[in-house]
DNA sequence: TATAAACTAGTCACAATCGACTATATACCT
DNA sequence: AGGTATATAGTCGATTGTGACTAGTTTATA
């Protein structure tokens, strides 16, 4: 049921899922998840890590079991995740899993404002959006084709690549398909479009100037 | 070349597309977006409304032009955007329809971590998925067609709900193909998938127990 | 005509987040 | 022998973002 979790950070289930295998240190979990192409799927930056790690503690989903060190290095602390810690990364896995959620995109958002620019400006730059798409997309296959082959992994680890790699797809086709509808007029009338847009917009997008006019 | 913005919550890109047209105070600004259903693109907060309008004036893309109180009800500032604010605005909107920029979705950390999930219980939660992006894309679709039909609207202002459909039914398609080749064991040897899963796990599975086992 | 909803219009304290920074060890190159 | 790049292992300050809360106004309703 969506109910509001105490650690919401995602980066937070990764570190439940890595000590549920077994107990390691955040520097451990950072090179591990890099090993296995988890940092792709699940933002991982170390300030967020160690406060993370942080949280799951003071909720007692982790506890440090022991703190070593190394010659003259700074010190880790080896976490293993608890009963409670246990349960609560099977529940959240099955909610990620089960239940769709909406998330907000970059995309969407300029999408939204679409006629803030002129149609001919708006397929410029769209058409620029194709080709890094494209790019990309060549970029994710062989990548993933890479990597199952070179380590012989089951797909079964890189589904979430996979996934990834179709909504680019689907992303790529789609606005192929809208930029050929903008120009045929689809969308709307391109000149009512354009009317929109008046002289002062021409000044504005041509000249990067230091302007100061409130 | 996606520099980092003083303002990064696309909100803001709201706000300003908002006072590109017209000054306005904030709760108007709220009520418009509602209106022209762009809050299903880009979170909408009053408290981050409040708080990205603040950090916009504090960076001089807006500027407050008065302040109005009616009756006895909170004050309310009209702010109107600046000669650097549109510029900001335009550039913003460019950058975030050229360039395709890496987002983190919930549901790929969750499938990062599918392993961790017996196939049967994996299938039967996408199943469950399958299910409600069904009713969801149902949905999608008619409150689109019923919102070009009843304001009359172009398509044009409508871009980024046909994104968020186009989206989902990807995914729906995704998820059901994965679905199968769970089952026909096409991403790996089902047995191979089971054995990562001891007894242990399936009791913490069944009972929602009170264990505190760390 | 009391009273419950729903709308209007925000404030605030706290928690999450991230960029920038510190500091040692080891491998590699010249 | 000296330099430099990379890996190890984290800390800290500042900013952002949000849930929970306040409080008056209008409209419906019993």
Redesign the pocket.
Known sequence: MASKR????PLALAVMALLYERPM????MV?TMRERGKHESV?L????L???VG?LEREGLIVARETVR????????IYEITGAGREEFLTWLRELLREPVKEYTQFAAGLSFLPGLPPEEAVALLEERVRRLEAETVELRSRLDTAAEQFNLPRLFLVESEHELMLREAELGWVRGIVEEIEAGKLGSLSEWRSLHSERDQLSAAGGGEEKDV
């Open positions: 105490k650690v919401s950070n240190h955040p520097y451990e090179s933002r930056r170390y300030s967020s160690y406060s993370v949280v190394d010659g003259r290095r700074p010190e880790r602390t």
